[in-house]
């Protein structure tokens, strides 16, 4: 099997895997970073969702053999800092139910708040539109980023 | 502090306590502190543990064990917030920790909404239990009477001198003192955690990423499956052919398990991959004949003949005026999945003789049964650990997924974790029934229902599942027809069962997630037909029942029901009473077109007692949104027998641009404990449709609207 060195969460991690792997079975079966959730497969769900060059991607749709020198960032890696607004937020509105969706909203907030002043309601309902929560906290993931960018002026 | 030897006390289902050589179970799962642990064995150190839900340690460390499945309502926090009001622990310094199966924790079957309801007696009874003890032990060492005593936040406190012992530094004492039988419960006035918003516990270890799913679960050694099954249900294989997935990297054996084959390879990956090589001859039946469409022309066909009366009061429809004008309406349902996000999943090691299982599951002592019954293991070897879910909704009372699990790794003597794909998951599964409703109904000229008529046609989960053929009366399909809040001069309830091949579920609310759809939906057009406004219509016709005309009301006055809206926009309302609770849902929706925009929903729930505000007011907005889900797209549908639907693409879940608004009351109350997650559902898809013809003149009688 080939071997990918991959950067994630400013780490360099080799693996021997076979090069359709998708980056989300890497992260989980291979580096244990379980934090990313297998839902649907094929992008359709949005909770395997990682930044990889500060974009949101889905990880279930990306290959390994893609990745080489790209920054790869999961939600451990965000959550090495616990005192990051996004989770502040989250807490303060209580985003999360069962919480297995809400690494993958998170992500998707984090490529918004790391590249916008404040993004538009449109470019918040885009982004979070691909992300599904089945127990129904869309109306506090809304109260957490509208909070999460308001305080940011 | 001296090691000894500790008194275990078993806590009994029924609330009394007794002494016992009971060693405390290790313990696996997720704690409070985002920390995943296994072998926590309490015998290690000093641990004052007066019944299965309390331990305290030398250091004050408080534990608090959680014996219902934590799958996003939220007893991870509402659970031991009654232990730690009445033992008077600091809320933030408490630990939290799933229990495994266990005969000792009385139903750990989560569902129902029972989890706060039919525990909160019991668990105010543990903590008390352990804080009376503390009270008699400190009492023993200052050699003063209990009396005089009284705790807080950790500390038994002496009223008179001041001096102060920490609930740890109790604890040797406490663990060799008899168990009281009788323990005085706090006064609700008294409550200081009942009744706040409390943050919960799950909330950091699940967004930090750390919190332990049964996916998630890696144990050492470890192989990954993926299982192949017959799309038609019920049936296996006759020959398979497993050469082009041998040649899966990463493949290293495979299984037969109960007529399904299961790949077994070195990642969840290649046994994906290696799944979809395997070629199967699958069984064939009499149910390849089976269709959406032929099911439904036969329940038509059905709607009018005369079924099995399942209750019939007052004036039959023959006795009714003529003069009245009786109306008529037809409603119809679907089969639905539950489509949590988590796709079932489970991990087995069969070692020396015993089976440890990790599931995310809402019934571990199910799953414990009935993998004892399939590898004839007694239930004493074979250990059940629950992990936090990604939604359950019912769907994990099953213990389909586990069975998998634990047979395969019987076979191949590893330890294996099973994950499904989510289109194992969508057409595998297990489905809500479908339902055809024939409502017959007249208003008289006093604006009273003096007729109303349900005639139900469905499938019996319970009949399936235990193979008994109930009676309509019988088979469940009738709750939430044969109890409607209305006075009536004449009431007739009528069903019909259908038996198929299609395996049924429990899902969230059950059949008060189709039947109050057309009773409420009914009323509405009763209203109509009398020309009243269907809210001053339901008042002026509910039984005498305040708690319900309260929520009504309320929901009424949220929503500005009278006031005037823009053209093309509406609301309508229905009432729900079940769980022992009371809830109105308004919904105001703008149709333009076919096209249905649903702009907000008010919902207004009287569950009693609140344990913790934030999380009902959760589990509202949840309920509101998991049944608008359903009424605007949820549908399985079957050609030859076997599912259409495969992924989120066919089977869309509502989504965050799609959410109304959504304002929750909760009624201030100190009636008795209601229960809360399923009953936000009945209501809803009512309320929708009923506001749908309000905006627009048309009638929905058919879920989903998007269908």
């Given at each position: 099997?080939?071997?990918?060195?991959?950067?994630?969460?400013?780490?360099?991690?080799?693996?021997?895997?076979?090069?359709?792997?998708?980056?989300?079975?890497?992260?989980?079966?291979?580096?244990?970073?379980?934090?990313?959730?297998?839902?649907?497969?094929?992008?359709?769900?949005?909770?395997?969702?990682?930044?990889?060059?500060?974009?949101?991607?889905?990880?279930?749709?990306?290959?390994?053999?893609?990745?080489?020198?790209?920054?790869?960032?999961?939600?451990?890696?965000?959550?090495?800092?616990?005192?990051?607004?996004?989770?502040?937020?989250?807490?303060?509105?209580?985003?999360?139910?069962?919480?297995?969706?809400?690494?993958?909203?998170?992500?998707?907030?984090?490529?918004?708040?790391?590249?916008?002043?404040?993004?538009?309601?449109?470019?918040?309902?885009?982004?979070?539109?691909?992300?599904?929560?089945?127990?129904?906290?869309?109306?506090?993931?809304?109260?957490?980023?509208?909070?999460?960018?308001?305080?940011?002026? | 502090?001296?090691?000894?030897?500790?008194?275990?006390?078993?806590?009994?289902?029924?609330?009394?306590?007794?002494?016992?050589?009971?060693?405390?179970?290790?313990?696996?799962?997720?704690?409070?502190?985002?920390?995943?642990?296994?072998?926590?064995?309490?015998?290690k150190k000093g641990v004052f543990a007066p019944g299965v839900f309390v331990r305290i340690d030398s250091t004050g460390l408080v534990t608090i064990i959680v014996a219902k499945s934590e799958m996003g309502q939220g007893v991870y926090t509402a659970l031991p917030m009654i232990v730690a009001e009445e033992l008077d622990v600091d809320w933030e310094k408490i630990v939290i920790q799933q229990a495994p199966a266990g005969k000792e924790f009385g139903s750990q079957t989560t569902g129902g909404s029972t989890s706060v309801r039919f525990s909160f007696d019991n668990l105010r009874k543990a903590g008390a239990t352990a804080r009376m003890m503390l009270i008699s032990a400190a009492a023993l060492v200052w050699k003063t009477e209990g009396s005089n005593l009284y705790t807080e936040n950790g500390f038994v406190i002496d009223r008179i001198s001041g001096k102060k012992l920490s609930y740890g530094e109790?604890?040797?004492?406490?663990?060799?003192?008899?168990?009281?039988?009788?323990?005085?419960?706090?006064?609700?006035?008294?409550?200081?955690?009942?009744?706040?918003?409390?943050?919960?516990?799950?909330?950091?270890?699940?967004?930090?990423?750390?919190?332990?799913?049964?996916?998630?679960?890696?144990?050492?050694?470890?192989?990954?499956?993926?299982?192949?099954?017959?799309?038609?249900?019920?049936?296996?294989?006759?020959?398979?052919?497993?050469?082009?997935?041998?040649?899966?990297?990463?493949?290293?054996?495979?299984?037969?398990?109960?007529?399904?084959?299961?790949?077994?390879?070195?990642?969840?990956?290649?046994?994906?991959?290696?799944?979809?090589?395997?070629?199967?001859?699958?069984?064939?039946?009499?149910?390849?004949?089976?269709?959406?469409?032929?099911?439904?022309?036969?329940?038509?066909?059905?709607?009018?003949?005369?079924?099995?009366?399942?209750?019939?009061?007052?004036?039959?429809?023959?006795?009714?005026?003529?003069?009245?004008?009786?109306?008529?309406?037809?409603?119809?349902?679907?089969?639905?999945?539950?489509?949590?996000?988590?796709?079932?999943?489970?991990?087995?090691?069969?070692?020396?003789?015993?089976?440890?299982?990790?599931?995310?599951?809402?019934?571990?002592?199910?799953?414990?049964?009935?993998?004892?019954?399939?590898?004839?293991?007694?239930?004493?070897?074979?250990?059940?650990?629950?992990?936090?879910?990604?939604?359950?909704?019912?769907?994990?009372?099953?213990?389909?997924?586990?069975?998998?699990?634990?047979?395969?790794?019987?076979?191949?003597?590893?330890?294996?974790?099973?994950?499904?794909?989510?289109?194992?998951?969508?057409?595998?599964?297990?489905?809500?029934?479908?339902?055809?409703?024939?409502?017959?109904?007249?208003?008289?000229?006093?604006?009273?229902?003096?007729?109303?008529?349900?005639?139900?046609?469905?499938?019996?989960?319970?009949?399936?599942?235990?193979?008994?053929?109930?009676?309509?009366?019988?088979?469940?399909?009738?709750?939430?027809?044969?109890?409607?809040?209305?006075?009536?001069?004449?009431?007739?309830?009528?069903?019909?069962?259908?038996?198929?091949?299609?395996?049924?579920?429990?899902?969230?609310?059950?059949?008060?997630?189709?039947?109050?759809?057309?009773?409420?939906?009914?009323?509405?057009?009763?209203?109509?037909?009398?020309?009243?406004?269907?809210?001053?219509?339901?008042?002026?016709?509910?039984?005498?029942?305040?708690?319900?005309?309260?929520?009504?009301?309320?929901?009424?006055?949220?929503?500005?029901?009278?006031?005037?809206?823009?053209?093309?926009?509406?609301?309508?309302?229905?009432?729900?009473?079940?769980?022992?609770?009371?809830?109105?849902?308004?919904?105001?929706?703008?149709?333009?077109?076919?096209?249905?925009?649903?702009?907000?929903?008010?919902?207004?729930?009287?569950?009693?007692?609140?344990?913790?505000?934030?999380?009902?007011?959760?589990?509202?907005?949840?309920?509101?949104?998991?049944?608008?889900?359903?009424?605007?797209?949820?549908?399985?549908?079957?050609?030859?027998?076997?599912?259409?639907?495969?992924?989120?693409?066919?089977?869309?879940?509502?989504?965050?641009?799609?959410?109304?608004?959504?304002?929750?009351?909760?009624?201030?109350?100190?009636?008795?404990?209601?229960?809360?997650?399923?009953?936000?559902?009945?209501?809803?898809?009512?309320?929708?449709?009923?506001?749908?013809?309000?905006?627009?003149?048309?009638?929905?009688?058919?879920?989903?609207?998007?269908?």
């Open positions: 099997m080939p071997e990918y060195k991959l950067k994630i969460n400013g780490e360099v991690k080799t693996v021997n895997t076979d090069a359709d792997t998708p980056l989300l079975w890497v992260l989980r079966d291979e580096l244990g970073l379980t934090g990313t959730k297998f839902g649907c497969g094929k992008g359709l769900c949005g909770s395997c969702t990682v930044l990889i060059n500060d974009e949101a991607e889905r990880s279930c749709s990306v290959e390994v053999s893609k990745l080489q020198d790209k920054e790869i960032l999961t939600i451990e890696g965000l959550a090495r800092d616990r005192e990051h607004p996004i989770f502040k937020s989250w807490i303060e509105f209580e985003a999360s139910q069962c919480g297995y969706c809400q690494p993958g909203q998170i992500m998707t907030v984090l490529s918004l708040f790391n590249k916008h002043g404040k993004p538009s309601d449109a470019d918040i309902e885009t982004a979070l539109t691909g992300v599904l929560c089945r127990c129904g906290t869309y109306p506090r993931i809304k109260k957490a980023v509208d909070q999460l960018f308001e305080n940011r002026g | 502090m001296k090691r000894r030897d500790f008194i275990k006390i078993v806590s009994l289902s029924g609330g009394g306590l007794i002494l016992a050589g009971f060693v405390p179970s290790v313990f696996a799962g997720n704690d409070s502190n985002g920390n995943n642990f296994q072998g926590d064995d309490p015998d109790l604890v040797d004492t406490a663990s060799g003192l008899p168990v009281p039988s009788d323990v005085k419960l706090k006064d609700p006035k008294d409550y200081k955690l009942i009744g706040k918003k409390t943050h919960r516990k799950d909330t950091p270890p699940k967004i930090y990423g750390t919190a332990l799913f049964g996916i998630d679960v890696k144990l050492p050694g470890m192989l990954y499956a993926a299982v192949k099954r017959n799309p038609l249900a019920g049936l296996g294989f006759n020959s398979y052919d497993f050469a082009d997935a041998m040649k899966v990297n990463g493949v290293v054996d495979f299984a037969e398990i109960s007529g399904k084959i299961a790949v077994i390879a070195k990642s969840t990956w290649q046994a994906f991959k290696a799944a979809e090589k395997i070629a199967v001859d699958w069984q064939k039946g009499p149910a390849n004949e089976m269709s959406t469409q032929k099911l439904r022309e036969f329940c038509i066909s059905k709607l009018d003949e005369p079924m099995e009366v399942i209750k019939s009061e007052g004036k039959s429809r023959s006795e009714i005026d003529k003069n009245l004008k009786m109306i008529q309406a037809d409603f119809e349902l679907p089969y639905l999945a539950h489509a949590p996000i988590e796709p079932m999943n489970c991990t087995a090691e069969f070692k020396d003789g015993k089976m440890e299982i990790w599931a995310p599951t809402q019934n571990p002592q199910g799953v414990r049964k009935s993998v004892a019954q399939l590898l004839k293991l007694s239930e004493d070897d074979v250990r059940v650990n629950v992990t936090f879910m990604g939604g359950g909704f019912g769907r994990r009372l099953a213990s389909d997924f586990a069975l998998e699990a634990a047979e395969i790794s019987y076979k191949i003597k590893k330890p294996v974790k099973v994950t499904w794909t989510r289109e194992d998951d969508m057409r595998h599964g297990i489905y809500r029934p479908f339902s055809f409703h024939r409502l017959r109904g007249a208003v008289n000229n006093d604006g009273g229902i003096e007729f109303f008529g349900h005639h139900v046609i469905s499938s019996s989960i319970w009949g399936q599942q235990s193979g008994n053929n109930p009676s309509p009366k019988d088979a469940g399909i009738a709750e939430g027809t044969t109890e409607i809040p209305y006075k009536t001069a004449g009431f007739h309830i009528e069903g019909t069962t259908v038996r198929n091949h299609v395996p049924l579920a429990y899902w969230r609310s059950v059949f008060h997630s189709q039947n109050p759809f057309a009773v409420e939906s009914f009323i509405d057009e009763l209203a109509h037909s009398a020309g009243a406004d269907p809210l001053e219509f339901r008042i002026k016709n509910l039984h005498n029942n305040p708690r319900l005309l309260h929520v009504i009301k309320r929901a009424a006055e949220l929503s500005d029901w009278g006031s005037k809206r823009p053209d093309g926009t509406g609301v309508g309302i229905a009432v729900f009473e079940g769980y022992d609770s009371y809830c109105a849902e308004v919904a105001e929706v703008t149709a333009a077109g076919a096209r249905i925009k649903v702009n907000k929903f008010w919902g207004v729930i009287d569950c009693g007692l609140v344990v913790n505000p934030d999380t009902v007011e959760a589990q509202m907005e949840g309920a509101i949104i998991f049944a608008l889900t359903a009424a605007l797209k949820g549908k399985i549908t079957f050609s030859n027998g076997t599912v259409d639907q495969s992924n989120y693409d066919d089977y869309p879940v509502l989504s965050y641009d799609e959410c109304p608004a959504i304002q929750i009351e909760i009624v201030s109350s100190s009636e008795k404990v209601g229960g809360v997650g399923e009953v936000g559902i009945a209501a809803c898809a009512p309320a929708l449709c009923n506001a749908v013809f309000a905006a627009s003149g048309k009638r929905m009688r058919v879920l989903p609207l998007n269908g």
